[in-house]
């Protein structure tokens, strides 16, 4: 089954040596089986899946495609209602999608994952730096328990 996205805003870009993500929450049983990024250029990225402590859990390297999601395939990793994860995209000098929209203020399920908040640090790791401001272009494939996949956060026209 093909992913489900959800429609946020339409993204601009910034070239910038930072790892950009989101804080996310997953709202039922199930698990995440791709990571993925909104790029503007065509170098190699990496995507990563981190805990709300820090420990990096998942590692996946893509090549950007302009103005395009791109995702790249993980080994599966199995979460429960009510965990929370950081997903992130990272490449020096790289150029990333970025919507200048309100995250909700508390999560909101867009399917089975809900946004808490941008996250982003300067230079590459963990995205402990949480923005209620914007959302930036990372983003999870995500498969329920019961089947069927959603994927979260933002897709361009």
Not at 63 to 69: C, E, L, Q, Y
């Amino acid at each position: 089954m093909n992913p489900v996205k959800y429609l946020l805003a339409v993204p601009a870009y910034l070239s910038i040596d930072d790892t950009v993500g989101a804080e996310i929450q997953i709202i039922v049983d199930g698990s995440i089986t791709q990571l993925a990024g909104l790029t503007d250029d065509t170098g190699t990225w990496t995507a990563e899946l981190w805990s709300s402590t820090g420990s990096l859990l998942r590692t996946a390297t893509f090549t950007g495609v302009a103005g395009s999601w791109v995702y790249a395939s993980i080994t599966p990793l199995a979460v429960s209602a009510n965990d929370v994860y950081f997903v992130s995209i990272y490449r020096s000098g790289g150029t990333w999608g970025y919507m200048a929209i309100p995250c909700p203020s508390s999560p909101t399920a867009a399917g089975n994952v809900g946004v808490i908040a941008g996250a982003f640090t300067s230079g590459h790791g963990w995205p402990s730096t949480l923005n209620s401001n914007d959302i930036y272009g990372a983003d999870v494939t995500f498969v329920p328990s019961g089947g069927g996949s959603s994927v979260v956060i933002v897709e361009e026209d």
